[in-house]
């Protein structure tokens, strides 16, 4: 079956860290293009980033609100996405899911996991 | 920077015709895709690469492109299809991904 788990969501104070783990299976993740969305409560949907496969080279984008601030990574030996947020601010309050799919979009989607920025 | 818009809200009655717009100047040179969402669920993808209808979507669902504009019709509305529907493209060069700002289809 094809899945995708986020972790590691939870209450932080703004200024604070927090890393987001997702946990892929079901498919060939070292080939996938991984990205991060986000939804601030009752908003619409928000692209964090992406991290490309490293034979496409590996490489990261980022929308502007999070760059600079946020890092996504990933260990294809364990199957795993990461996305590390720094310098948090009560702005990045959101449900956060990995997604990835095929042909440009996003067909596989997490459960997503919370994150709430709030002194 | 790169923005999609869609309207807000959409009604119609059961078994009539929806149509929900996505307007964006560079969705005559990128695909666009359609996400349903309905409350406390994850989005589901129902329309890529602006026609084409995954598997297991309902044939009810179908998507059009004309110019800078793209369309999501559901035909046939059922009170299941009651959610929010978010368009989903990229900037021009095909590097920055964008959402739409979402639409609520409602069933009267």
């Known amino acids: 079956e094809v899945q995708l788990v986020e972790s590691g969501g939870g209450l932080v104070k703004p200024g604070g860290s927090l890393r987001l783990s997702c946990a892929a299976s079901?498919?060939?993740?070292?080939?996938?293009?991984m990205s991060w969305v986000r939804q601030a409560p009752g908003k619409g949907l928000e692209w964090v980033g992406r991290?490309?496969?490293?034979?496409?080279?590996?490489?990261?984008d980022y929308a502007a609100p999070v760059k600079g601030r946020f890092t996504i990574s990933r260990d294809d030996s364990k199957n795993t996405l990461y996305l590390q947020m720094n310098s948090l601010k009560t702005e990045d309050t959101a449900v956060y899911y990995c997604?990835?799919?095929?042909?440009?979009?996003?067909?596989?989607w997490g459960q997503g996991t919370m994150v709430t920025v709030s002194s | 920077s790169y923005e999609l818009t869609q309207p807000p809200s959409v009604s119609v009655s059961p078994g009539q015709t929806a149509r929900i717009t996505c307007s964006g100047d560079?969705?005559?040179?990128?695909?666009a895709y359609w996400y349903q969402q309905k409350p406390g669920q994850a989005p589901v993808l129902v329309i890529y690469?602006?026609?084409e209808r995954p598997s297991g979507i309902p044939e009810r669902f179908s998507g059009s492109s004309s110019g800078t504009t793209v369309t999501l019709t559901i035909s046939g509305v059922q009170a299941e299809d009651e959610a929010d529907y978010y368009c989903?493209?990229?900037?021009?060069?095909?590097?920055?991904?964008?959402f739409g700002g979402g639409t609520k289809l409602t069933v009267l």
């Open positions: 997604t990835t799919g095929s042909w440009g979009a996003f067909d596989i």
């Open positions: 079901g498919f060939t993740f070292s080939n996938a293009w």
């Open positions: 991290i490309k496969s490293k034979t496409d080279g590996g490489t990261t």
């Open positions: 560079a969705l005559p040179k990128q695909y």
């Open positions: 690469k602006d026609s």
């Open positions: 989903q493209s990229a900037d021009s060069s095909g590097t920055w991904v964008v």
